[in-house]
């Protein structure tokens, strides 16, 4: 892990991140020139949660309970998987909070985490789909295996890691352009916002990119849709428009929402955005593939059915505001008028089979 610093972030939430949600993992794998500075007499690092590659965290009991090793297929899926200890909900609950601050905070297809609770460790990797956990591995007598799994995961690209590659930090020359269109999105009381440039494609293989700040909204949840709403400039035009970012379910009979768009625009149906470019986002892991391991011999426990998601963009011709910048309750009253008329006329359009 020579790549990487681990540093003990345990008292020190981030202070970017929303006040009554000021989470903090235990510990912090940064790479090597992202880690925060820190002033030298606090005795841990801040959090950052935009730089985190992998968090650890710590609990004094585990989490969760393994069957037995001689069980049949049967009686795993009949397992009680999640321990019914004391706090075992609560502390559950903090693992996942982390996971999904982590995913909030980052432009992400999957991400890992390290749950340790003495002599045992879990590893964790969570995407849109779902969360796997691994059997309880003992590191005072398998510490091999936690070694192994490190190295591996110094040694994955950025790309295997859960890092998105569509999403890049926005060079200087792009944030010039963009800075006085996007003024009015720019966030006003984080100090540690990226702006990057964000890439959306078409059913054609096109590609156009945008520039984007702070999303309008955030997934509160690790797994689901994860939409993200932006103002974003687009470079192509020189012109701000609305992003949707989202996970569709990728399902048989579940149309694109930016084919939809599309169609819906040909037949000029009113109230209805304009589609500029959108389709799913071409690469490995922009799938999600927790779904695929459903019907593997390891599972334990009851597992609900989970749906495959795919990552989707949709850039459409218009700006979108917050509803606390509307000027009069007539004026948004208006805009949610618009909204039914559109959503009214949609149906009675028929799409060819």
């Known amino acids: 892990m ?19 949600r000021s989470w903090k993992p235990d510990l912090s794998t940064y790479k090597k020139d992202d880690v925060p500075a820190f002033e030298e007499d606090e005795e841990t690092s801040p959090t950052d949660f935009s730089r985190i590659m992998l968090p650890w965290e710590f609990k004094t009991v585990d989490l969760f309970t393994d069957p037995s090793p001689t069980a049949t297929a049967e009686k795993r ?26 995913c909030k905070r980052q432009h992400r297809t999957h991400a890992f985490l390290i749950l340790i609770c003495d002599p045992v460790f879990r590893i964790l990797r969570a995407d849109r789909s779902g969360i796997i956990v691994t059997e309880a591995i003992n590191f005072r007598n398998q510490s091999q295996t936690l070694a192994e799994f490190l190295y591996r995961f110094a040694e994955a690209t950025d790309i295997q890691r859960g890092l998105d590659p569509t999403v ?3 060079t200087s020359v792009e944030r010039t352009r963009s800075r006085l269109a996007l003024t009015p999105w720019f966030p006003k009381d984080k100090n540690n916002w990226d702006v990057v440039t964000i890439e959306v494609y078409n059913n054609a293989g096109e590609v156009r990119r945008v520039v984007a700040c702070e999303a309008l909204t955030v997934p509160d949840s690790p797994t689901g849709r994860a939409t993200r709403a932006y103002a974003v400039y687009d470079l192509e035009d020189d012109v701000v428009r ?3 970012d989202t996970w569709r379910a990728d399902v048989e009979g579940m149309e694109k929402e930016s084919d939809v768009l ?3 625009n040909e037949k000029g149906v009113e109230n209805v955005p304009t589609l500029t470019a959108g389709d799913d986002v071409p690469g490995e892991y922009q799938r999600t593939c927790t779904q695929d391991f459903l019907g593997k011999e390891w599972v334990a426990g009851k597992v609900a059915k989970l749906a495959p998601r795919a990552h989707h963009r949709i850039l459409e011709d218009f700006v979108t505001y917050r ?4 000027l009069t309750a007539r004026e948004m009253l208006e805009v949610v008028h618009h909204a039914f008329i559109g959503m009214f006329l949609a149906p009675t359009i028929t799409k060819p089979p």
């Open 2 to 20: 020579n790549k990487f610093t681990t540093v003990n972030t345990s008292l020190n939430p981030d202070p970017d991140s929303e006040k009554e």
């Open 77 to 102: 899926l009949e397992h009680n998987f999640l321990k019914g200890i004391e706090g075992g909900t609560i502390n559950r609950g903090q693992v996942m909070a982390v996971v999904t601050e982590l």
């Open 168 to 170: 890049q930090l926005a």
């Open 242 to 244: 609305f992003l949707k």
């Open 262 to 264: 599309a169609y819906l």
């Open 323 to 326: 509803i606390a910048d509307f």
